[in-house]
């Protein structure tokens, strides 16, 4: 049983087109996440929803948009997408904000930007 | 958060225990220590976390010195499958926004 999956594992992709990353959780958790993991392999946070409201929104370009239509999805977004934008992108789920929860990351979408 | 201080890479003997350290100088009362580790091409994996004490589980031992200033995870019989990348990373509990901050990591490379 998957905990956290992700679609698609790849996706290849031109400049300036919108794409979309889907994510979901069958752990029942209540906060999602995603992030980012740069060809240097430093993973950042992107976003983070708890019960599908935005509590974490960091410096990301106003291009990637998540959106959660409920507590077991959170999809990303990408608008006029940029050379810049390739990388992994890993979404994360936990049973609720804060600590001491552990957060349990889907397998990856490797986005590559041509 | 406290900034975390851990070798770039590591080797261990297949079946030996593998000690991977962690210095967290800066640790503050409220700040959990978190181990997660990332094998090649897939997403990160929890592994254990500890606040004061030490904690084990079905995969790992976590060591935290008194002062907390440093902790050791211990993998107590390697096997290849354990090569990854070791993040230690220390979380402050603030409301409603506490995101793993995931640094370089030791790269655990388990030898035959």
């Known amino acids: 049983d998957t905990a956290v999956s992700q679609t698609p594992k790849y996706l290849v992709t031109q400049m300036g087109n919108d794409k979309s990353i889907k994510c979901e959780q069958n752990?029942?958790?209540?906060?999602m996440y995603w992030y980012k993991q740069d060809s240097k392999k430093f993973l950042k946070i992107m976003f983070s929803?708890?019960?599908?409201?935005?509590?974490i929104n960091e410096t990301v370009p106003n291009r990637f948009s998540p959106k959660s239509p409920d507590k077991a999805h959170l999809n990303l977004h990408i608008n006029s997408l940029e050379l810049g934008d390739s990388a992994v992108y890993f979404c994360?789920?936990?049973?609720?904000?804060?600590?001491?929860?552990?957060?349990?990351f889907g397998p990856g979408t490797r986005l590559t930007v041509t | 958060d406290a900034k975390t201080t851990q070798p770039t890479s590591m080797d261990c003997a297949e079946g030996r225990a593998a000690n991977l350290p962690c210095n967290h100088s800066?640790?503050?009362?409220?700040?959990?220590v978190y181990w997660y580790r990332q094998i090649h091409s897939q997403g990160p994996q929890y592994i254990i976390h500890?606040?004061?004490n030490n904690e084990t589980n079905e995969m790992a031992s976590l060591i935290i010195t008194e002062d907390r200033k440093s902790s050791t995870l211990i993998l107590p019989h390697a096997t290849l499958r354990d090569t990854a990348v070791y993040y230690c990373?220390?979380?402050?509990?603030?409301?409603?926004?506490?995101?793993?901050?995931f640094g370089k990591g030791t790269r655990l490379s388990v030898i035959a």
């Open positions: 994360a789920s936990s049973p609720g904000v804060g600590l001491p929860y552990e957060q349990y």
């Open positions: 800066t640790i503050s009362g409220n700040e959990y």
């Open positions: 929803y708890n019960n599908k409201e935005l509590i």
């Open positions: 500890g606040l004061k």
């Open positions: 990373i220390v979380r402050v509990e603030i409301s409603g926004n506490t995101p793993l901050v």
């Open positions: 752990l029942g958790h209540d906060t």
